[in-house]
Nanobody, 115 residues
Framework: QVHLVESGGGLVQAGGSLRLSCAAS????????MDWYRQAPGKQRELVAHISNGGITNYADSVKGRFTISRDNAKNTMYLQMNSLKPEDTGGYYC?????????WGQGTQVTVSS
């Protein structure tokens, strides 16, 4: 059973930092591309960052230079380091994995950035 569990969200002031974690189980993590998505209230879910199984990364323009996605294959964990946070970054953050032509999602962790 594939399970993705996010943690690390919270309430921070604009300009602050958070590090999100996504712990994966039930899959071969080392060969699985992973993503972070976010969804603000009343808005569509959007891709924030992607990391391939080989460590190649891509970012949404809105977070480039501020967020860093990484993975530790030995720990089956993906991370999102978020710096210089803005109120527009507020939303639920979700990790995603594509496994055997199926999509899996975590339960999400809330990030709230106050102005």
């Amino acid at each position: 059973q594939v399970h993705l569990v996010e943690s690390g969200g919270g309430l921070v002031q604009a300009g602050g930092s958070l590090r999100l974690s996504c712990a994966a189980s039930g899959m071969i993590f080392v060969i699985t591309p992973m993503d972070w998505y976010r969804q603000a209230p009343g808005k569509q879910r959007e891709l924030v960052a992607h990391i391939s199984n080989g460590g190649i990364t891509n970012y949404a323009d809105s977070v480039k230079g501020r967020f860093t996605i990484s993975r530790d294959n030995a720990k089956n964990t993906m991370y999102l380091q978020m710096n210089s946070l803005k109120p527009e970054d507020t939303g639920g953050y979700y990790c995603h994995a594509g496994v055997g032509r199926r999509d899996y999602w975590g339960q999400g962790t809330q990030v709230t950035v106050s102005s």
